[in-house]
């Protein structure tokens, strides 16, 4: 079977495995909704629509397979301002092998911060007691990617998933598995994945809910195109300059279809400009970045920043750090 044989049978069976009720509008009846918080100041800046143009290791936390642009060794730190005083924070480390592949090690941590304590019912319309709780949550991965060719690449992720809210928590086991696959034509790059198959899991000891919460399942499918980009690009405008377009849509078991968009201009492989936009999202639709990379001595060094735009949350800022050595 060839590689073209392998990436069609993805392509088709990806669609039919998406849940027939994940067209249709669950939202809230999941946990672990911090799996699809986006990680990444540059993949966020492009309206998380990267899933196909994105090859570094935070590619972990959206496709698997796309750090096979691994070269050597990268480490990336993710730093994000999340809405309602939470913070949100993620780091990974990956290292290519020689013969064999890309391995990668991944951590998210969400922390609540302290959580004003208030009682179901009262004499008073102020229930709070003065006393706080808090709660978190965490995911630690172990991600392998293996190049069939210099085109295909097919990754998957092995997961910890932990949930604490005050002294009740929730842990379970998830996977991902996910494809990158280049044309060889014009950047032409398709990606595709599918995040958190897990159990469902239980909150309390002894509840009248005896299914259990799933975990938010999500299919991903995108392209991408060297719209400007030299010789390989549709426009060339000299090696110095160059425009990628992405384009990406997302299926879950708790929400419809959504579809994303964004784009990345990149000047002298120094400064980078991004935009995106979300389709069918209630909130933080456009998207916006910035990116400034330089390599000193052996090592290149690349800080990226983004800003999705809320109209009634906080809107979030995030700063990623990454080295590649």
Not at 27 to 35: H, L
Not at 94 to 108: D, E, M
Not at 158 to 163: G, I, R, S
Not at 255 to 267: F, K
Request: one cysteine or more; charged letters at 15%; proline letters at 2%.
């Amino acid at each position: 079977m060839n590689c073209r044989t392998v990436v069609l049978a993805l392509v088709l069976c990806l669609p039919a495995a998406v849940p027939l009720n994940a067209q249709f509008n669950k939202a809230g009846r999941t946990a672990f909704q911090f799996v699809k918080i986006g990680v990444g100041a540059r993949e966020t800046a492009l309206g998380e629509s990267g899933i196909s143009s994105v090859r570094d290791v935070n590619a972990v936390f959206w496709n698997p397979a796309g750090i096979a642009g691994i070269e050597a060794s990268e480490a990336s730190f993710s730093y994000n301002a999340w809405f309602g005083g939470m913070k949100h924070v993620a780091g990974d480390v990956g290292v290519r092998v020689g013969g064999v592949g890309i391995f990668a090690l991944s951590a998210v941590s969400l922390n609540y911060g302290d959580i004003q304590e208030a009682l179901v019912t009262g004499t008073s319309s102020d229930t709070r007691t003065g006393n706080t709780f808090t709660g978190g949550d965490l995911m630690a991965g172990f991600t392998f990617c293996h190049e069939f060719n210099d085109r295909l690449a097919i990754g998957g992720t092995v997961k910890y998933l932990q949930e604490k809210l005050w002294t009740y928590q929730a842990h379970l086991v998830a996977f991902d598995v996910g494809t990158n696959y280049d044309t060889g034509f014009k950047g032409i790059r398709f990606g595709m994945s599918a995040q958190n198959f897990g159990k469902s899991v239980q909150f309390l000891a002894v509840s009248d809910r005896t299914e259990g919460y799933d975990i938010p399942l999500v299919f991903r499918i995108g392209a991408s195109m060297d719209v400007i980009g030299g010789p390989d690009g549709v426009v060339d405008f000299g090696e110095n300059q160059h425009f990628t377009l992405s384009v990406e849509s997302v299926n879950s078991n708790d929400y419809g279809e959504r579809w994303q968009l964004g784009g990345e201009y990149t000047i002298a492989g120094i400064l980078a400009i991004r935009g995106g936009y979300r389709f069918n999202y209630e909130e933080g639709n456009v998207s916006a970045g910035i990116g400034l990379q330089q390599k000193l001595a052996d090592v290149t060094v690349r800080v990226d920043y983004s800003f999705v735009s809320y109209a009634y949350l906080d809107s979030p800022h995030r700063l990623t750090l990454s080295v590649a050595f």
